[in-house]
Structure formats: structure tokens, C-alpha cells
């Protein structure tokens, strides 16, 4: 409802801000144009606009032209009626719905699970393991090292450095640098800056502004707000609730217990036959001849797995729902429209333009020109040259010489000899045997097992109630209050006594005045 309200109000706000722009565009004359408290302008005479209130050139009705007293500098002070619109706030009372949320207490029922636990006997099997220890003999053959100590004579040479003193002559030449000091001229030139003073006269052009008065008529538009009463319709949804009822299904179930039968694994291992004894009439013992390897398949034995499977089963059950179902209220509000109407109105406006009238002007100018002059002379440099005199010399240098000797030597190196011997030894390996024995076992698994439980429970339902409350606004009405305001009339003394006739030798004759 407030915003109903207030978008009429905010139009005609924004419609009375323009117009009173555009009055004030427009030098005020649109604030008193229409005015119904005192006659306007004279429209016959020439009218100065002055500080946003028109005066007539010849007299003005309403006013106190006639007790106007002209002050040195030719101006008339006079009071000139205007209207102003003022927009004074009213309270008004206006009625809005409110919709409030209502929560009412509903009873229905519901089901809860509650965890029960439950034991149940469960008979399993072990296979245990029985290890049984065994003997058994084997005979094998040792070969046992022998060693043997020998002698060996070993002829061998060895070198023998023997070195010799000697000298050798050699001659070389050496360069030895020489120093000569020597003199060279060089002529250059240099560029002297010499100045020299010159005039130059230069011809420019300067706009003068000249100023000229004119005066045009204008037409302008002044939008006038006018207000319409109208009515629209509102339409508002109220939930209602709406109990049903509907089956669900539920799922629950039971636990059973499956046993499954995983069968053994199956491998193969291999295992040597036994082997046999001979007599070797070569070394005069007996050897043993081992047997060959064969391959056997084994399984291992079968075993039972117990595991729970959960069984689901399905129930049908009928519960209590609510639905919300919207309704609707359509209703009547009335609403106040402002409109803005265009009202066509005229002033004369007084402008001066400014022409620019070019002026030729003359000026000379000072200036300096810079020329160079060349100058020629001569610079002496010393330097130095250095020459390179070969010298002769001679140095004595002593120096090795190596020379190997050889020499013949003897030695006994003892070196032994290893000899493998057989030998039969004999052992007892004990070794172990596993077998599997079976035992029957019993324990108690505890399980848990959700029971339904039916129980009521309150809840809160809501619900939209609508109720209509009274409030009161604030809102703007347009009122127009007159008063006048002093305006000052520029009136000069005119150059011929307006008592003495037409006939009066004045150059601007009788009709020359303020507007001239």
C-alpha cells in the first residue's frame, strides 16, 4: 500500500521541480504568466527582463509605479506581484492488509526403529595343524683336501740404471729495445663564433570584439500536472491446508546364515625316487647312485565359509499427510494517477552577439645572427720511437744420460700342491610332518535387529492470516501564494521634454527610450 501511495506522490514532486526549472530558465516569466492575484504585463509595450521579474517599460498595473522616486543612475525601483507555489504536507489515513504466519498444534503419528540385540549359537569347524617329527640317514661323500710342499729354481734378469755426466754448448741472440725521441707539427683550424645584431619588422593582425543587441521571441512548453482517480484489482493467495492420507512402503527384513564350500588348492611338488648303492671295483669303495625326480600333484583339504546375508521383505503401511493449497482473494483499490499536461506559452528575450572586427598592427623585432669564423694554427708533439738491436750470447748446459745394465739372478720359490681325497661319511636329518586334524567348535554371535514402534507426536502447522490495519501518510498539496517583489526598471532621461511636442530638434527622436 505504501508503495501504491507513494509513486503518485513522487510524480508530482519530479512535475513540479520541471516546471519550476523551466520558469527559471526562462527569466521567471512563467511563474506569473497566469497568475490570478493582480494583472500581468503589459503586452502592448517593450518589456526588460531584470533579475527574473518582467517590468513594463510604460506602466505597470498592481504596482507603485507612481510613487517611485528615480535614483541618480536613471533606475526605478517598483514592486512587481508573483505567484509561488508551495507544496504544504497533509496526513491522511489509509487502510493496508497485513498478513500474519498462525501456528497451529497438529497430533499424528509416526513410527520409530529401535536397535534390539539378539544372540544366536553359530557351529564352526577348525582344522588344526599335528607335527610329527621323523629320522632317516643318508650317506654321502666328502672329497678332503690334501696339501703337498715343492720347491722350484727361477732364472730371471734385471735392468740396471746407470747414469752419465755430460755438457753441451749453445748460442742464442737477444733483442735489446732503443729508445729515440722525435718531434712533429700539426696544423688544425678553429671555428670563432662572431654575433651581429639585425631587425626585422613584422606585419600581425588583432581581432577587436564588437558587441550588438538584439532581441528574439520565444515560444516554451510548461507541463501542468493534473490528477486522475482510477481503480485496479489486487489479487492475493491465502494456503489453506488439505489433509490426505497415502501408503508407503517400508523395507525391513531378517539376517540367515549360508556356509559355502571352497574346495582345496591344487600343486605339484617333486620328489626324488631312492637311489641305490654299487660297487666301483676302479677305486675299490662303494657309491651311492641317487634316484630320479618325479612329479606329484597335491590338494589341499576343502573349507567351509559361514557368512550372513540379509533377507529384505516389504510392508504396506497407510499414514496421514497435509497438503497446502493456494487460494485466491481478488479485491478492489483505488489509486490516484497525475498526469502531465503541456501548456504553450510566449516571452520576448533580449541578447547581444559579439562580431570580431580584424585590425592590422605593425612591430619590429630585435634579433641576433651568430657566424663562424675559421682560424688556422699549428701545435708541435714529441713521441717516441723505440728500435730493436739483436745481441749474441752463449751459455754451457749440463745434462744426464741414462743407460740400462742388465744383470742375471737366481732364486727357490716353495710353492704347494693340492690333492683331493674322498671320503664316505654318514648323517640322520630330522625333518617334520604336518597333518591336518579337524575340531568342532561352538560360539555365540550377538546381532541387532530393528523393531518398529508406533507413537504420536505434536508439530506445529502453519498458516497465513490476513487482518487490515489502519495507518497514516504523509502526502503533498499544491498551494499558490501571491507577493510582490521590488524590481529595479532601467528608465534614462530622455534627450527631448516629451511635454514640448514632436517638433523638439532631438537627433533620436520622441519614441527613443530604454528599448532604443
Known amino acids: 500500500m505504501s508503495t501504491r501511495f507513494g509513486v503518485p506522490i513522487l510524480a508530482v514532486i519530479l512535475t513540479v521541480g520541471t516546471a519550476k526549472f523551466a520558469g527559471a530558465a526562462y527569466f521567471g516569466a512563467a511563474n506569473y504568466g497566469n497568475c490570478g492575484c493582480g494583472a500581468g504585463v503589459s503586452s502592448g509595450a517593450a518589456a526588460t527582463v531584470v533579475d527574473g521579474a518582467v517590468a513594463d517599460s510604460g506602466a505597470v498595473a498592481g504596482g507603485a509605479a ?8 536613471g533606475t526605478y525601483t517598483i514592486l512587481v506581484n508573483r505567484a509561488r507555489v508551495v507544496y504544504v504536507p497533509e496526513q491522511y489515513t489509509a487502510t493496508r492488509n497485513v498478513y500474519e504466519t498462525v501456528y497451529e498444534d497438529r497430533t499424528i503419528n509416526t513410527v520409530n526403529y529401535v536397535q534390539e540385540q539378539r544372540t544366536r549359537t553359530v557351529n564352526y569347524t577348525v582344522r588344526r595343524p599335528v607335527w610329527e617329527t621323523r629320522e632317516k640317514t643318508i650317506n654321502y661323500t666328502v672329497m678332503r683336501p690334501v696339501w703337498e710342499d715343492r720347491q722350484r729354481t727361477i732364472n730371471y ?63 516554451y ?60 671295483a676302479s677305486t675299490c669303495r662303494c657309491v651311492y647312485c641317487p634316484g630320479g625326480c618325479c612329479t606329484i600333484t597335491c590338494q589341499t583339504p576343502d573349507k567351509v565359509c ?9 510392508c504396506t503401511k497407510t499414514i496421514n499427510c497435509v497438503k497446502y493449497v493456494c487460494e485466491p482473494n481478488t479485491q478492489c483499490v483505488p ?98 610332518v604336518c597333518n591336518i586334524v579337524c575340531e568342532q567348535h561352538t560360539k555365540e554371535c550377538p546381532y541387532t535387529v530393528c523393531v518398529p514402534v508406533c507413537s ?17 501518510a504523509t502526502r503533498c498539496v499544491r498551494k499558490v501564494i501571491c507577493e510582490q517583489v521590488p524590481v529595479k526598471v532601467c528608465c534614462p532621461t530622455p534627450c527631448c521634454d516629451p511635454c514640448a511636442g514632436c517638433d523638439s530638434p532631438c537627433d533620436a527622436g520622441c519614441d527613443s527610450g530604454c528599448g532604443a
Not at 507612481?66 to 543612475?73: E, R
Not at 729515440?180 to 707539427?185: G, Q
Not at 489453506?240 to 571352497?262: C, N
Not at 504420536?456 to 497514516?472: D, G, L, Q, S
Request: net charge positive.
Open 456 to 472: 504420536t507426536k505434536t508439530i506445529k502447522v502453519p498458516k497465513c492470516v490476513c487482518r487490515t490495519e489502519c495507518y497514516t
Open 66 to 73: 507612481g510613487d517611485a522616486s528615480a535614483s541618480s543612475d
Open 306 to 314: 559361514c557368512k550372513k546375508v540379509w533377507v529384505p521383505t516389504c
Open 157 to 219: 734378469t734385471v735392468n740396471r740404471t746407470v747414469w752419465e755426466d755430460r755438457q753441451k754448448t749453445i748460442n742464442y741472440t737477444v733483442m735489446r729495445p732503443v729508445w729515440e725521441t722525435r718531434t712533429k707539427e700539426i696544423p688544425y683550424t678553429v671555428r670563432r663564433p662572431v654575433w651581429e645584431t639585425r631587425e626585422k619588422t613584422i606585419n600581425y593582425t588583432v581581432m577587436r570584439p564588437v558587441w550588438e543587441e538584439r532581441s528574439r521571441t520565444i515560444n
Open 221 to 280: 512548453t510548461v507541463m501542468v500536472p493534473v490528477t486522475e482517480q482510477r481503480t485496479r484489482t489486487v489479487t492475493t493467495y491465502v494456503r489453506k491446508a488439505v489433509p490426505y492420507t497415502r501408503e508407503i512402503t517400508v523395507q525391513s527384513g531378517h539376517w540367515e546364515t549360508q556356509q559355502t564350500v571352497i574346495p582345496g588348492r591344487s600343486y605339484t611338488r617333486t620328489v626324488q625316487m631312492p637311489g641305490s648303492w654299487s660297487y666301483d
Open 335 to 432: 489509486y490516484t494517477v497525475c498526469k502531465l499536461v503541456p501548456e504553450c506559452r510566449t516571452k520576448v528575450c533580449n541578447y547581444k552577439v559579439c562580431k570580431m572586427v580584424p585590425e592590422c598592427h605593425t612591430k619590429v623585432c630585435t634579433y641576433k645572427v651568430c657566424n663562424f669564423v675559421c682560424e688556422q694554427h699549428v701545435k708541435v708533439c714529441h713521441y717516441k720511437v723505440c728500435k730493436l738491436v739483436p745481441e749474441c750470447h752463449t751459455k754451457v748446459c749440463n745434462y744426464k744420460v741414462c743407460k740400462v745394465v742388465p744383470e742375471c739372478h737366481t732364486k727357490v720359490c716353495n710353492y704347494k700342491v693340492c690333492k683331493m681325497v674322498p671320503e664316505c661319511r654318514t648323517k640322520v636329518c630330522t625333518y617334520k
